[in-house]
Nanobody, 127 residues
Framework: QVQLIESGGGAVQAGGSLTLSCAVVEGVYPMYVMGWFRQIPGKDRECVAAIAPNGEETYYLESVEGRFTISRDNAKSTVLLQMSSLKPEDTADYYC????????????????????WGQGTHVTVSS
């Protein structure tokens, strides 16, 4: 079984930075596609970033590209989401997700493609 544990959420002012961390417990971590999703009240859950098992192929939501960076450390079984130049509209619950992949360059952006989810961590960005 696989468990994902997020941490690093909090409150920051607009323009600030925050880094979210996701630790993977159990499973064959180097084989997992990892993603970060967020849930904004009144909106559908959306993928903000994803990374392939090889740590090179990545995806970013258009509204966060250039401000957010996803990275992974397979030796430590962790994935990070570094967020900078934060805006009030980034306020949301952020979730880490994982799915086993058989090819190192694969990543997914649909919620339905992921099998494992963390409990979520809240980020508030104030004006």
């Amino acid at each position: 079984q696989v468990q994902l544990i997020e941490s690093g959420g909090g409150a920051v002012q607009a323009g600030g930075s925050l880094t979210l961390s996701c630790a993977v417990v159990e499973g064959v971590y180097p084989m997992y596609v990892m993603g970060w999703f967020r849930q904004i009240p009144g909106k559908d859950r959306e993928c903000v970033a994803a990374i392939a098992p090889n740590g090179e192929e990545t995806y970013y939501l258009e509204s966060v590209e250039g401000r957010f960076t996803i990275s992974r450390d397979n030796a430590k079984s962790t994935v990070l989401l570094q967020m900078s130049s934060l805006k009030p509209e980034d306020t949301a619950d952020y979730y880490c997700a994982a799915r086993l992949a058989y090819y190192s360059r694969t990543y997914y952006t649909r919620q339905s493609d992921y099998d494992y989810w963390g409990q979520g961590t809240h980020v508030t960005v104030s004006s």
